[in-house]
């Protein structure tokens, strides 16, 4: 790492902000990396980096893009106070970054959706919440950073030139019917019939994506499903690399919204039937599988899930789509370094939505083969959103304390970290009001046979 201060001395003059601009453009610092040459500069978590190169940052793409420059003018505020601000000249190698991470990714705001979806998740929730539920984004910056899905309809043409400029590919796609009809009742927005259109225009300037369909029975299912198949990997040469099958979410808080229903058991199977006479098709005439259904929809269908192999390179791993079987596949390799036994006595509960119960049940079973260890599996049946809610990620802590609350979970409960976001479940309820509830110690476990593994195991892993 090379650094060179050319001056420290405050800017010479405020850049001005566009006051029509969302309100919070800051580039708050959360972390600093020790030996970094935003340590070596003096940066502190909660300072600002006002601007880089005299540019103010929209976000983490422009603080990706203007750090490579090799002389770089940061202007910073200590503590986020503009009037304390100072600039300085660095010079670093091309890929040497400042080492911070900020508290969000956007800095000027998430873009909000105008879209009116009857199955939109925002529309389906309580009041007091956990505050970030109730944010209905539809921002292409958390789509290229994250695998957020966009509807393309909520793009301004500022929006559009950052996707070209920064070549922002692949991006995350909310597809769910190339028919122009369909596709607008679903979204409750005339745009919506404009993707052909804007799917052409992010082709054309060398832009990938990956769809997906919410399938919805009476609405985007039979002959409208078959056509948006069709179509969108007629669109493969283009850019369309994949299009995830997911089965609607619906919940019981869905007061003056139109009756849709999800998915029985049948209705699953025969989704994945079509699906699978479509990968047949698809590997012959694409070289791909092209459409995959999510987890879940196997699941629900009461299906074996494929093999790992069968995801190809698992382009839609964050969207559910062969989570399970890869860890699966992941967890028979992880009990082969499984002891025997640990040397304290160990119990442990494994919170989960009922959904994955079964598929959590085989590696809980292993577990209990240890000596001086138990592991418990405690399914939690989601009362908060009621029964059609069954996976783990939509946790409340209210419904697992009631079902909870009372029993010996022995030395510690593990809970799914799809459940927890900046230590708070859905309904607002935080990790340490769990804990105190239940009389135990919480742990978050992410989805890993070896993070797994390493929980129930405790220190003897």
């Not at 240890?370 to 059609?388: H, I, Y």
């Amino acid at each position: 790492m090379s650094l060179t201060i050319l001056t420290r001395k405050p800017p010479a003059f405020p850049r001005p902000i566009n006051p029509y601009r969302p309100p919070e453009p800051h580039a708050v610092v959360e972390k600093v990396e020790p030996g970094s040459l935003a340590e070596e500069i003096g940066i502190q978590p909660g300072d600002e980096i006002l601007t880089l190169n005299g540019e103010r940052m929209e976000d983490v793409i422009d603080y990706r893009f203007l750090i490579t420059d090799e002389e770089v003018e940061v202007v910073v505020a200590p503590g986020g106070r503009a009037d304390d601000s100072y600039r300085v000249v660095v010079e670093k190698e091309m890929d040497e970054t400042l080492g911070v991470t900020f508290r969000a990714d956007v800095f000027d705001g998430i873009r909000i959706c105008t879209n009116n979806c009857d199955f939109c998740f925002v529309y389906q929730n309580r009041r007091g919440m956990r505050k970030s539920v109730y944010v209905k984004d539809d921002d292409y910056r958390l789509s290229f950073l994250h695998g957020d899905f966009i509807t393309l309809t909520n793009l301004t043409e500022q929006c559009w030139e950052r996707i070209f400029r920064y070549h922002l590919s692949p991006l995350y796609v909310s597809i769910h019917a190339t028919d122009p009809e369909a596709r607008v009742a679903m979204l409750r927005n005339p745009d919506g019939a404009k993707l052909m259109e804007h799917l052409d225009r992010l082709f054309s300037h060398g832009i990938e994506i990956h769809g997906q369909v919410v399938y919805t029975p009476g609405i985007n299912d039979g002959p409208i499903l078959d056509r948006t198949i069709e179509d969108m990997a007629a669109l493969y040469a283009r850019g369309c690399r994949t299009l995830a099958i997911v089965p609607v979410g619906l919940t019981t808080q869905r007061s003056r919204l139109p009756a849709l229903r999800t998915l029985d058991r049948d209705e699953a199977r025969s989704v994945l039937r079509k699906t699978r006479a479509y990968q047949q098709r698809f590997r012959k005439e694409l070289g791909t599988r092209f459409v995959y259904p999510s987890d879940e929809m196997y699941l629900l269908a009461e299906a074996p899930l494929p093999s790992p192999r069968s995801y190809e390179d698992f382009p839609q791993f964050e969207n559910g789509v062969g989570m399970i079987p890869r860890l699966n596949a992941e967890w028979k390799r992880v009990e082969r370094r499984i002891p025997a036994r640990i040397g304290q006595p160990r119990e442990v509960t494994l919170i989960t939505g009922t959904l994955a119960a079964p598929v959590l049940r085989p590696f809980v079973e292993r577990l209990n083969q240890v000596e001086n260890l138990q592991v418990r599996l405690a399914p939690v049946r989601n009362d908060f959103f009621g029964p059609t809610v069954t996976v783990a990620g939509l946790l409340t802590g209210g419904d697992i304390a009631a079902q909870l609350a009372g029993t010996d979970l022995g030395d510690v409960a593990l809970l799914p970290s799809v459940a927890v976001r900046d230590d708070a479940f859905m309904d607002d309820w935080t990790l340490d009001q769990l804990s105190a509830a239940l009389g135990v110690p919480l742990e978050v476990v992410k989805p890993s046979a070896a993070h797994l593994a390493e929980a129930a195991l405790g220190p003897d892993w």
